[in-house]
């Protein structure tokens, strides 16, 4: 059976069928046209309809979210799980995800009251004036949208003379254009840094006040490199913040002016539609988008704990190289340097593939979407357009193009920033972390992960009390008990009195609690129960066994931490301070170097031990206080000089507080308080001659008994014999 071929359509019915097609388009352009009111006004009520609902939407979400928040709230509180040695409040909660919520929004309106303070601070006007340049940027832009299209049409007229005129004006308008363009330059940069300067002043208030500093880094392990978040994080914040005002607030005004005028130019169901089409398209490109926030906050921790690292090791160099660990440091640093880097490598891939659709979609994408739009004046005549030459036609498209390339750019600025949005969400993270863990420093709320022997429920209750602190001209401690921040019960209850003028030694092991009980003192430490009396602060001075040499003049090592200016409103001059040095025997230190107590040098470098802890007692000596607490700060210094401090010290009527295994020192004391390492003291009155006669007894006994094995040996020989 042959093959049917079928019959090819003859040209004459090709050429009907495009007549019909041509005619329906045409019956359809005209039943649109003649209903064109209609169906805006049935659009735009529907876009109101679904923005109504978006936001009811929105609000709800919000509602159950915070219902969510305060149930957990409620159960944690009643489930007790609130305790300073929560393990949910430790260093993993710096590395939570960050998203764009709630809680995000709350950190960044509490940062933007801190850098804002209020409508008329400086940093708000600045603020409005920015916003004031905004405006004007987009006004011009418009102006010189629509002389693009004259000039253009000028063009197309072949009129010399007006094409110049146009050229002259679009000259003349460079003007304002360009010093509008440096102006909004010239007020981020201002905002950043009146941003960083008001955080870094509110921050540098709370971290140096109330002895912040040292509660973030001795007893709350929530922060490892408070140097790196006040440093670089406010910085980088500061930056941020301005970048993305300027950022947003100009494409969002360039969208609304753009897309109101050409709604009037090719119809606000075109632009409609289109918008529609974007949308569509950025909801697709931010449900592919990664969460560069997380990334950014991932990368400023590892940053940190790199240069927490590099610090490290400038601290400790003495002992690094005295043990040769040169070799496990570089591995450590190698191992710090190489995670940062593969995890910025890991952004940078994601950065690409991202980088890669945003361009082909906000450029090519929405490019052709614009010309569809732009074109729709030049294929079809709407109603009310008064477009009839070809140079009208290019003067509207050329206008309209204009325009819509700077509201597809800002656009695509609103939708890149999203990404700044993001990495402003990483750094709002580390920074409001920082804020909310000073403030429960500060409200005596601590979270430090619990080992060792603490890693039991009832240490974990005892860490969650608080006890009583009362000033007192005396010093008396009533069932105090003596933990470490990680959580050891060093003494379980300690309970002792000590009377303005009554001289106290303290002894015992390593570990047993001597420290921990001046840090008390001190308050540095909390009282985790009992009941406390002791002096205000300013009346307890402290001198550790390696004193702290601070940067500056000789004469600011011996009155520090007192300014110039306040040891003069003392009434103390250097001709006392120079007393002071000649009775520690230092009084060559102002003959060693010529600008005399003006002299500044590396003090820790410059200055032996013994010279240093010498240093320590001049300050002693200077601020007179009513006791002080002496931590093995005569270690370094001879027996005479030892006699010196001690019998100065008496002189000036300080109360002496010692914690030293010298024997020479039990003279210059009344009592002592001896730890025996297993939570047990004693505390009784010191009577030097007795106790020497007593040591000096037990180590002839202890002697002899060294001896008794061999003389067993022996007469078990002579027995043998």
């Known amino acids: 059976m042959a093959p049917t071929l079928s019959k090819p359509a003859s040209p004459r019915g090709a050429a009907a069928s495009a007549r019909t097609v041509r005619a329906l388009v045409s019956q359809l352009t005209a039943m649109y046209l003649r209903n064109r009111t209609r169906i805006s006004r049935a659009v735009y009520i529907a876009l109101f309809v679904a923005l109504a609902n978006r936001i009811r939407t929105g609000i709800a979400d919000q509602k159950a979210a915070a219902a969510r928040e305060a149930r957990a709230r409620a159960e944690k509180a009643a489930s007790g799980t609130r305790a300073l040695s929560a393990d ?49 940027r987009t006004l011009i ?37 360009t010093f509008t363009n440096s102006m909004l ?16 002043e509110y921050i540098h208030d709370k971290y140096l006040s109330n002895l912040t500093f040292y509660g973030i880094s001795a ?14 994080d406010v910085t980088k914040f500061s930056n941020s913040l301005s970048e993305l005002y300027s950022n947003l607030a100009k494409p969002m005004l360039d969208m609304i002016i753009y897309t109101i005028t050409l709604s009037r130019s090719v119809g606000g169901e075109g632009v409609v539609f289109m918008s529609l089409l974007v949308q569509l398209s950025a909801n697709v490109m931010r449900a592919l988008t990664p969460p560069f926030g997380k990334f950014v906050a991932d990368e400023a921790r590892l940053e940190g704990e790199f240069r927490f690292q590099h610090s490290r090791l400038i601290d400790h160099a003495e002992e690094v190289a005295l043990y040769h660990g040169h070799e496990a440091e570089k591995n450590t640093l190698d191992k710090g340097y190489f995670t940062l880097i593969k995890h910025v490598n890991f952004i940078l891939r994601r950065r690409l593939y991202h980088g890669f659709m945003e361009d082909y979609v906000i450029k090519y994408f929405w490019g052709a979407l614009g010309l569809l739009l732009c074109s729709a004046p030049v294929f079809v005549k709407l109603p009310g357009s008064v477009i009839n030459t070809m140079a009208d036609r290019t003067e509207s498209f050329v206008t309209n193009r204009r325009m819509l390339m700077s509201a597809s750019d800002a656009f695509g600025r609103i939708m890149f920033s999203y990404k700044e949005v993001m990495e402003l969400a990483g750094y709002t993270s580390r920074v409001s972390t920082l804020l909310r863990v000073m403030d429960d420093i500060q409200a005596g709320n601590y979270s430090k992960k619990l080992v060792s022997s603490s890693g039991t429920d009832t240490n974990a209750a005892v860490l969650k009390g608080r006890g009583k602190v009362f000033e007192s001209p005396d010093i008396k401690f009533i069932d105090v008990p003596i933990i470490s921040p990680n959580g050891d019960v060093l003494v379980p209850a300690l309970s002792f009195t000590l009377r303005q003028g009554d001289h106290l030694l303290v002894v015992g092991p390593n570990g047993c609690g001597k420290s921990s009980l001046f840090r008390i003192l001190g308050g540095l430490w909390p009282v985790y129960g009992g009941t406390v009396y002791k002096p205000h602060f300013s009346d307890i001075f402290y001198i550790p066994q390696r004193p702290y040499l601070s ?53 820790r470098d410059v200055l032996s031990g013994g010279l240093q802890q010498r240093i320590a007692m001049a ?48 003279k210059y004391h009344t009592h002592i ?16 001659e007795k106790r020497l006669a007593l040591e000096e007894e037990k180590e002839d006994l202890e002697v002899l008994l060294r001896g008794v094995p061999e003389i067993e040996r022996r007469v078990a020989e002579l027995t043998a014999e």
């Not at 409040?89 to 809680?103: I, M, Y």
């Not at 010239?186 to 009146?194: E, F, V």
């Not at 301070?577 to 170097?593: N, V």
């Open 88 to 136: 949910d409040e430790g260093p993993a909660a710096s590395k939570k995800k960050v998203e764009l919520n709630r809680e995000f929004l709350r950190a960044l309106m509490r940062l933007v009251r801190i850098v804002i303070p209020g409508w008329a601070s400086s940093e708000a006007r600045l603020l409005i004036s920015h916003s004031f340049f905004l405006v004007l």
């Open 141 to 177: 832009s418009l102006k010189v949208a629509a002389m693009d299209g004259a000039i253009v049409k000028a063009l197309v007229k072949g009129n010399g003379r007006e094409f110049l005129t146009r050229i002259m004006s679009w000259m003349l308008i460079a003007v304002p254009a």
């Open 185 to 200: 330059a010239y007020h981020q940069s201002q905002l950043a840094l009146r941003y960083r300067s008001r955080l870094t």
């Open 219 to 232: 007893l709350d392990d929530r922060i490892k490199n408070a140097d790196q978040l006040i440093a670089v």
């Open 551 to 603: 940067r500056g003049s000789l004469r600011q090592q011996i009155i520090y931490p007192d300014s110039p200016r306040a040891m003069h409103a003392k009434g103390v001059t250097d001709a006392d301070l120079a007393a002071i040095l000649r009775t520690l025997s230092l009084e060559h230190l102002l003959d060693l170097y010529p600008e005399g107590w003006d002299s500044e040098a590396e003090w």
């Open 619 to 666: 300050r002693l000596f200077y601020h007179r206080p009513r006791y002080a607490i002496l931590d093995e700060c005569t270690s370094s210094v001879t027996l005479d000089t030892e006699k010196v401090m001690y019998d100065t010290a008496k002189g000036l009527g300080i109360t002496l507080m010692t914690v030293s295994h010298r024997r020479s020192l039990w």
């Open 673 to 688: 308080l001896q730890f025996d390492g297993q939570g047990h003291y004693v505390f009784t009155r010191l009577d030097a």
